[in-house]
């Protein structure tokens, strides 16, 4: 059974640095892995999504790689924002059910 | 834009009431689910939808129903609300064969 961790829950920098969310996921036979943001009170908004046949996605100051052998995703978040507070979800779709599979999410916070 | 459009927003409901979340599309999926979120636990699937007239159990569907009578609109049924299901419900869509999905706002449910 497909399971997908992050760590840590929750993050606060100050703003302008860089920082890197971690996803781990148990089952290697993943179809593809997305990275949503979801901020209070809201519904979850897609910001990259990685084929199992690709290595990594860029959209501006954000880039997400994936390592199937090991079961690891990043995301990455250069020069951060007080505007990227939110909550980061990563989701494995499974490669044998099709189904996403959620982490529990980290909780980011950028200080001004 | 409409998108994925879920009513009501907020919910307050007595034990053993029965209400129905409601969740519409206009993007033409063929895919619908309905997933909870729960602190500290992330997005759990409760029933999906590959199109009309078809569906099937997620991960957690006990206590409660869904249908798909057109390809627009995918309602969860409450039958006899429970205190457990206490959450934040989220409808998501698709085009069947991509992973791109997309959420409505949420339904924050409470059952006292």
């Known amino acids: 059974k497909q399971e997908v961790t992050q760590i840590p829950a929750a993050l606060s920098v100050p703003e302008g640095e860089n920082l890197v969310l971690n996803c781990s996921f148990t089952?290697?036979?993943?179809?593809?892995l997305q990275w949503f943001r979801q901020d209070p009170g809201k519904g979850l908004t897609s910001l990259l999504l990685?084929?199992?046949?690709?290595r990594e996605q860029t959209s501006g100051r954000l880039n997400a790689s994936l390592d199937k052998s090991s079961g690891r995703s990043t995301l990455y978040i250069a020069a951060s924002q007080p505007g990227d507070s939110a909550t980061y979800l990563c989701?494995?779709?499974?490669?044998?059910?099709?189904?996403?599979?959620f982490g529990q999410g980290t909780t980011l916070q950028v200080k001004p | 834009n409409a998108g994925v459009t879920q009513t009501p927003k907020f919910q307050v409901l007595k034990t053993g009431q029965s209400m129905t979340l409601q969740c519409a599309q206009d993007?033409?999926?063929?895919?619908m689910s309905w997933y909870r979120q729960d602190p500290g636990m992330g997005l759990r699937l409760i029933h999906y939808?590959?199109?009309?007239?078809?569906?099937d159990q997620g991960e957690v569907p006990n206590g409660y129903n869904v249908s798909r009578s057109t390809t627009e609109d995918f309602p969860l049924r409450l039958l006899s609300a429970a205190p457990s299901q206490t959450s934040v419900y989220f409808c998501?869509?698709?085009?069947?064969?991509?992973?791109?999905?997309?959420f409505g706002q949420g339904t924050r449910l409470t059952v006292v």
């Open positions: 998501a869509s698709r085009v069947t064969g991509s992973s791109l999905a997309f």
């Open positions: 089952d290697s036979a993943i179809y593809n």
């Open positions: 990685i084929q199992s046949s690709q």
């Open positions: 989701a494995g779709r499974s490669g044998n059910t099709g189904k996403l599979i």
């Open positions: 993007m033409n999926h063929e895919y």
């Open positions: 939808s590959v199109g009309a007239g078809i569906t």
